[in-house]
C-alpha cells in the first residue's frame, strides 16, 4: 500500500453531501470521528447502544458545529433482534449511504451481559460485539453502501491483533459463563477453543482485519463501488479499558497522560487513522492505516503493518463462512436497493453485460465462500 506521510486533520476533504454511520459514536474514537465528519459537512449517524449517551454525544457536536446534520440510532452489537432493528430503520431512512464505520469496540466485558443474547447462545461476547455484529450490520447494510458510488466500509482494527490467533474451530464458542472470571474453565459448546480471556480481544481484532480484506477481495471481485478499509488508533485515552484491573487502567488513563505520551496518544490523534481510512481520496480497497511512530502507537496516519495471520486468505474464507454461520446473515454483492426497504436483486452488471454471464459471476461470488 501507499501512503503519503503527514495525513493529517487538515487533510479531511469536505463531506458535504455524505453519509455516515458510525457505530459506538457516542464516546472515545468514534465520537472524535463523528465530530470531525460533521464539522466537514457528512450527515452522520451515531450508532450507539445507550441512546441517552448518543444524545448527549450529538448536542456537544452540535455545541461545537451549531450546523451539523447529526442523528443518533440505537444500536446493541450485543443483540442480533436490536442489529437487524437498527438496520431496517438505517436502510428506511437512508436510500444510500456513503460512509459505514465500523468503530464500537469491548475490551473486557462488564459481569451482567448474561442475559445478552449473545452470551445465551454460547457466543463469546467481545468476539461479538467487535466482529459478528459489525459483520452483520455491514451485511443488512450492503446495498445501501452499494447504491453509493464511492462509499467506504471502514472497520477499526487494533495493533494487537498482531498476537491474536484465529483458532476458527471454535472462533466464536465459547462457554456461555465466560463474562465472569470466576467461571469454571470448561470446553465451550464447539468444545475446542482454550478460555483464556486477555485472548479474547486479540482474537477479535484480528477478525476485525480478516473481514475487511476478505470483504475487499469480495467487493473487487463483484465490480462493486465500495472499498473496505481498515485503520487502528495505535494507543489512544479512551474508555476502552475500563473493565481491566487498576493497574492497566492507572497506566492507560488520563492522569498517566503527561508521562506516556511517547507510548499513549490522545482521542483526536487516535481517530485520524479511521478517518484517513473513510476520506483519504487515494485510499484502495484493503488498505490499512495506523499511526506512523514508534511502534504503531503514535502520530499521524500511515500504511499499518498487518500480520501474515491476517493476510491469510484461506483462514479469511474460513472466518467469513463461520460468520455467516453464527450471525445467519449471508452478503448478496448483486444488490440495490428495494424501494420498500426490503433487499431485492438489483444487479450490478458492467455495461453491456450480459444476463447469463452476469448469472455467471454472481455464482462465482456467492459460490466462493
Ligand atoms: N483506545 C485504544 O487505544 C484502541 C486501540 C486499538 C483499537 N481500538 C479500537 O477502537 C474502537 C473504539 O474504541 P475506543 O478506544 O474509542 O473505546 P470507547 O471509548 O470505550 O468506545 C467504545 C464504543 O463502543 C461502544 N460499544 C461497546 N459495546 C457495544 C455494544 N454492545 N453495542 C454498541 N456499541 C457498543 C461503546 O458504547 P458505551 O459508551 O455505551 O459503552 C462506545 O461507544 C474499538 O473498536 C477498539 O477496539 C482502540
Not at 247 to 272: C, D, E, K, N, T
Not at 281 to 306: H, I
Request: aromatic share 4%; hydrophobic share 40%.
Amino acid at each position: 500500500m501507499r501512503a503519503q506521510a503527514g495525513w493529517g486533520l487538515a487533510d479531511v476533504p469536505d463531506q458535504r453531501g455524505r453519509t455516515a454511520v458510525i457505530t459506538g459514536g457516542n464516546s472515545g474514537l468514534g465520537f472524535e470521528t463523528a465530530a470531525v465528519l460533521a464539522e466537514r459537512g457528512a450527515t452522520v449517524v451515531l450508532a450507539c447502544r445507550d441512546l441517552t449517551k448518543a444524545e448527549q454525544a450529538a448536542a456537544r457536536i452540535r455545541k461545537g458545529v451549531p450546523d451539523a446534520d447529526v442523528r443518533i440510532e440505537e444500536l446493541d452489537l450485543l443483540s442480533p433482534a436490536s442489529v437487524q432493528a437498527a438496520a431496517g430503520r438505517l436502510r428506511a431512512a437512508h436510500p444510500r449511504l456513503d460512509l459505514l464505520i465500523n468503530n464500537a469496540g469491548l475490551m473486557r466485558p462488564q459481569r451482567d451481559l448474561s442475559a445478552a443474547a449473545a452470551v445465551a447462545a454460547g457466543i463469546e461476547p467481545t468476539f461479538y460485539v467487535n466482529h459478528l455484529g459489525h459483520f452483520a450490520l455491514t451485511g443488512l447494510l450492503l446495498d445501501r453502501l452499494l447504491a453509493s458510488p464511492g462509499s467506504r466500509i471502514v472497520t477499526v482494527s487494533s495493533l494487537v491483533h498482531l498476537v491474536g490467533r484465529a483458532d476458527l474451530e471454535g472462533l466464536a464458542r465459547l462457554p456461555a459463563p465466560r463474562v465472569s472470571p470466576e467461571a469454571p474453565r470448561s470446553a465451550g459448546p464447539g468444545g475446542r477453543l482454550p478460555s483464556r480471556p486477555r485472548l479474547h480481544y486479540p482474537r477479535s481484532k484480528l477478525a476485525n482485519l480478516m473481514f475487511t480484506f476478505e470483504l475487499h477481495r469480495r467487493l473487487a471481485a463483484a465490480g462493486a463501488p465500495t472499498l473496505a478499509v481498515a485503520a487502528h488508533p495505535g494507543i489512544a485515552r479512551t474508555g476502552l479499558t475500563r473493565n481491566l484491573a487498576p493497574p492497566a487502567r492507572v497506566f492507560l488513563g488520563v492522569r498517566a497522560a503527561p508521562v506516556m505520551s511517547w507510548l499513549i496518544q490522545s482521542p483526536q490523534m487516535g481517530a485520524l487513522a479511521t478517518l484517513r481510512a473513510a476520506t483519504d481520496t487515494t485510499a484502495r480497497g484493503g488498505d490499512y492505516y495506523g499511526p506512523s511512530g514508534w511502534f504503531g502507537s503514535t502520530g499521524l496516519p500511515a500504511a499499518a503493518r498487518s500480520s501474515s495471520r491476517a493476510r491469510d486468505a484461506e483462514q479469511q474464507r474460513r472466518l467469513w463462512r463461520e460468520s455467516e454461520r453464527l450471525s445467519g446473515v449471508t452478503y448478496d454483492f448483486g444488490v440495490g436497493p428495494g424501494a420498500d426497504g426490503a433487499q431485492t436483486p438489483a444487479p450490478v452488471t458492467a455495461p453491456g453485460e450480459k444476463p447469463a454471464r452476469r448469472a455467471r459471476r454472481r455464482a462465482g461470488i456467492l459460490g466462493n465462500g
